[in-house]
């Protein structure tokens, strides 16, 4: 199944839905200015490092799936 076939996350099994949110979190990241991402949300934590999270998190499911 081509991951654009389906609608929404949901609609997929958990590599497609990896390979969205990583190719989502790129596109976040490219877009945004360094200022945003550099932006605390937390006392510890920006922007930036809640997306490499996010990014880390779902190339682990893709691994899992492979």
């Known amino acids: ?25 790129r596109l976040i990241i490219n877009e945004m200015l360094p200022e945003i991402l550099e932006a605390k949300v937390q006392e510890d934590a920006t922007f930036g490092t809640l997306l490499d999270n996010i990014e880390e998190a779902a190339e682990r499911i893709q691994e899992l799936n492979l």
């Open 1 to 25: 199944m081509d991951m654009r076939q389906a609608h929404t996350i949901q609609d997929m099994n958990e590599r497609e839905a990896a390979e969205c949110i990583l190719e989502d979190v």
